[in-house]
C-alpha cells in the first residue's frame, strides 16, 4: 500500500509560481509512474503531467506545457510539480497519483472517467487558490 501526501499548495497572485510535492510512504516510489491531476470547482478531475518510473519521460497537457514541470527524487520518495505563470483557471485541489502498471505515457492518455478505476493511488489533495 502506497501513501501519498501532498503539499505546496496555497494562494498565488496570478502570473505567480508555486512548487508542489508529494511525498510516498509504504513502498518505493521506483516502481510507479507518477503524475499530478487537477479538479476545479464544478469541473472534471484533469490531467496534468506525468512522469516515468526513472524520470526519463514527461509528459504535459497542453494548456500547461511550458510553464509547469514534474519531476521526481527516488531517493526522497517525492514527486514536484512546478507551476508557472499561473491563471485563475488553474486554481483548484491538485491531486498526486502513482500506477504500478502502466506506463507515464499511458497514465497521461487515459480518460477521466477511468481514473478512480485504473490507477492505484490518489493522495487527498492540496488546494492551489489563485487571485487575479
Known amino acids: 500500500q502506497v501513501q501519498l501526501v501532498e503539499s505546496g499548495g496555497g494562494l498565488v497572485q496570478a502570473g505567480g509560481s508555486l512548487r508542489l510535492s508529494c511525498a510516498a510512504s509504504?513502498?518505493?516510489?521506483?516502481?510507479?509512474?507518477m503524475g499530478w491531476f487537477r479538479q476545479g470547482v464544478g469541473k472534471e478531475r484533469e490531467f496534468v503531467a506525468t512522469?516515468?518510473?526513472?524520470?526519463?519521460?514527461?509528459y504535459y497537457s497542453d494548456s500547461v506545457k511550458g510553464r509547469f514541470y514534474i519531476s521526481r527524487d527516488n531517493v526522497k520518495n517525492t514527486v514536484y510539480l512546478e507551476m508557472n505563470s499561473l491563471n485563475s483557471d488553474e486554481a483548484a485541489v491538485y491531486y498526486c497519483?502513482?500506477?504500478?502498471?502502466?506506463?507515464?505515457?499511458?497514465?497521461?492518455?487515459?480518460?477521466?472517467?477511468?481514473?478512480?478505476?485504473?490507477?492505484?493511488?490518489w493522495g487527498k489533495g492540496t488546494l492551489v487558490t489563485v487571485s487575479s
Open positions: 509504504g513502498h518505493t516510489l521506483r516502481s510507479y509512474a
Open positions: 497519483a502513482a500506477d504500478s502498471m502502466m506506463t507515464a505515457q499511458a497514465m497521461s492518455a487515459l480518460p477521466a472517467t477511468k481514473y478512480s478505476y485504473d490507477i492505484n493511488y
Open positions: 512522469i516515468s518510473r526513472s524520470g526519463t519521460f514527461t
